[in-house]
């Protein structure tokens, strides 16, 4: 493992499989420790995360913060609208000068580029907290789900359903490559993510792991986790309406789990729009891990922020 201390987080590709092995046995542990009664560390004391989001988040804002807090960080949450950002600063002017106040960035953002170009100004860690292409930190808590509930990372195989040229499906394919898994992308032609798939063709060469593209539904079989997310992610709402058209048959629903099979979990990233790509029978039922996936995202990003920091 390289040091990981002082790298950005944006992309897992830039990650190797070890350094990604790594971050979820750390997340792991600390997720035991957390049940024994560990709530607070002081390993990064007196330090300072700043978090700016263009994007509203749930998840993603608080665990972050809870876990810089339990790690005795200071956190600074702003959006670009209370920054000078708002009133046309720059994103390198802005990263120059916060560089020089804190030791951590974490951003959410509409353009994956604009964390590149955050951390090409920055010395200091930048943080993936969602873009259009990516969401690294949601990845590494689908992995430690499906890792504590198959007790294996190795071999997996994910069926990814619905809109699959997401950040979300692009993350699982990502850490799938690293990991050497099958992950099934079922989804209407139109949402190939074709192009993106190419970008994993040596990781999946070195690993053997295997992404198929599909849009047959019946794809699903046999899986370990059918995974699903929105039809309309942030900053597509003026495609709402003919995504919601397009992607109805390919809703998560009793049918679709029954094709799965009796041993697939069923793994959302939320927030869940129940009743479009998910219905509640399913969300709601024996098969969906998805509280513990999102409680997940708390001890990762404990792992994240001490293998950047400490
Ligand atoms: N899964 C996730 O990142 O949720 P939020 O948008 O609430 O952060
Ligand atoms: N694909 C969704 C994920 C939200 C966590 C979005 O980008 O809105």
Redesign the pocket.
């Given at each position: 493992v390289r040091a990981l201390k002082g790298r950005d987080y944006i992309t897992l590709m830039d990650y190797t499989t070890d350094e990604i092995k790594y971050l979820l046995n750390l997340s792991r542990d600390l997720k035991s420790r957390y049940y024994q009664g560990e709530r607070y560390n002081d390993i990064l004391r007196g330090r300072t995360l700043l978090m700016i989001f263009e994007?509203?988040?749930?998840?993603?804002?608080?665990?972050l913060d809870a876990a810089a807090t339990q790690l005795g960080m200071h956190v600074i949450y702003s959006n670009p609208q209370e920054l000078q950002l708002g009133r046309g600063e720059t994103i390198a002017d802005t990263a120059r000068v916060v560089d020089r106040f804190v030791d951590a960035i974490a951003a959410?953002v509409y353009k994956h580029e604009s964390l590149i170009e955050m951390a090409k100004y920055a010395v200091v860690p930048v943080i993936n907290?969602?873009s259009d292409k990516e969401?690294p930190?949601?990845a590494l808590a689908d992995a430690l789900t499906l890792w504590e509930v198959r007790s294996r990372l190795e071999g997996l195989r994910i069926a990814f359903v619905g809109d699959g040229d997401n950040n979300?499906a692009h993350s699982l394919m990502i850490i799938g490559a690293k990991l050497g898994w099958e992950v099934r992308i079922i989804s209407p032609r139109k949402y190939w993510p074709t192009k993106f798939a190419e970008l994993l063709t040596e990781d999946t060469r070195r690993t053997g792991a295997n992404i198929m593209i599909s849009d047959n539904t019946e794809d699903v079989r046999g899986v370990d986790a059918v995974y699903t997310d929105v039809w309309v992610s942030?900053g597509m709402e003026t495609e709402a309406e003919e995504r919601k058209k397009v992607f109805r048959s390919y809703q998560v629903n009793a049918e679709l789990m029954r094709k799965a099979g009796p041993q697939a979990v069923f793994m959302h990233?939320?927030?869940a729009h129940r009743g479009e790509e998910v219905t509640d029978d399913v969300i709601d039922g024996p098969q969906s891990v998805v509280w513990d996936q999102?409680e997940n995202?708390l001890h990762t990003a404990k792992a994240v922020l001490i293998s950047l920091l400490a």
């Open positions: 994007k509203p988040s749930t998840r993603t804002r608080v665990s959410r907290a969602l969401h930190l949601q979300i942030m990233c939320l927030p999102a995202r």
